[in-house]
């Protein structure tokens, strides 16, 4: 699977909106990357800005968006740039793409000692010479146009409010008890990386918890939603469905849909039926209508990509692509192709036997047999483009220029990682086969 990481830099303009629309521009014209949301905000001077992207484009973004005079010692322009993991991403890859230095914000690093922000966004940067005020990567070198970057890494965050009829206190009550931090020190709360409280929605008339979850992968979405209907059913309070604030990550909704299809023995194998199982589960269109499309991070990058993916083209145009005086799509993305419609036929078969009731008694055979297929199916499709990006990722290191000695070391070491990426995909497009 492609490394994948949401990127939210916020940038100290909120009021000019030519600098505003600059940046965006500048992130959205960068190839790979997807613009999700641009939100200013006059009164903090600060706008905030979602994009998704490989590793490298996030912080490569950076030296991309400089605008406006950049004048003062103070952190006026790139100031703090959370990244967050989507997928397959180890937090130490994001750092080597940095060439400027940067502060890391408090978390997952704990090596240093913590520098609180408002600290080094005050200081005059003269300290930038002591050993223990230096950035933690990059050089230690103050450029007044760019000012202070705090960067860090996190998981994704979900806000995820549960609807109730009852009043804003019984809410709260439940908050405190489920909410890691609980009441106090002496009474924590049931769920780890969890925050909470308890208000009223006066627009919807109903009472809400209200929580952001912050490592979904280790509290997932359905497992506060259930122990928060559990606390309310000791209460005699109603459940009325529960919300998404934002966006969420494909990961935490599917997750959702097989925790309910292995409690129910159900039996979904489509993701889009997945999807639909988690919003009627869980009740996310209680208050509105929830439109994956529009919600799930992985959709809208999809969305903004459609155009550009080998998978979909017609079949005549993309015979005709690889037919062409192109080095790709060649092999490997053919080889991912005719692999998937092996599995789609493996799952095609399955899918034609189950639930007839001529065949009743293979049911709990195919139950077995069909997922494995159709989840093969579905990764190596992705197989057939990702082989075509790895060789052209290849060819682009070939052309860099190579008139220095920093030049030829940057040239060679982008070679050997488009190398390594280029042998990945046709390695992982046997294993996947074999495991058939």
Known sequence: MAKLVECVPNFSEGRNKKVIDAIAEAISSTEGCSLLDVDPGSSTNRTVYSFVGSPCLPTHMGPNTQVGDGEGHFSKKYDLCPHVQLQTVVWLFLWRFWSSGFFLAKWPFRLRRYRNRF????????????????????????????????AGARKFLVAYNINLLSTKEQAHRIALDIREKGRSKDQPGLMKKVQGMGWYLEEANIAQVSTNILDFELMPVHTVYEEICSAAKDLNLPVVGSEIVGLIPLRAVLDCADFYIQ???????????????????L????????????????????????DKRLVSLSLQQFVRSVGARTAAPGGGSVSGAIAAMGAALGAMVGQMTYGKRQFDSLDNNMRRLIPPFHQAMNELLVMVDADSKAFSRYMAALKMPRNTSDEVKRREAAMQEGLNQAVVVPLSLAERVNLL
């Open 119 to 150: 600290t080094v966004d005050i200081d005059t940067f003269v300290p930038l010479k002591r050993t223990e005020w230096a950035p933690d990567y990059g050089p230690a070198t103050f450029v007044a146009s760019w000012g202070a970057t705090v």
């Open 263 to 281: 409690r129910d023995r159900l039996f979904i194998v489509e993701e889009e039926h997945k999807v639909r199982l988690v919003i009627s589960k």
């Open 283 to 306: 009740g996310l269109d209680s208050l509105g209508p929830f439109v994956p499309k529009e919600r799930i991070i992985e959709y809208m990058v999809e969305r903004t990509e459609e």
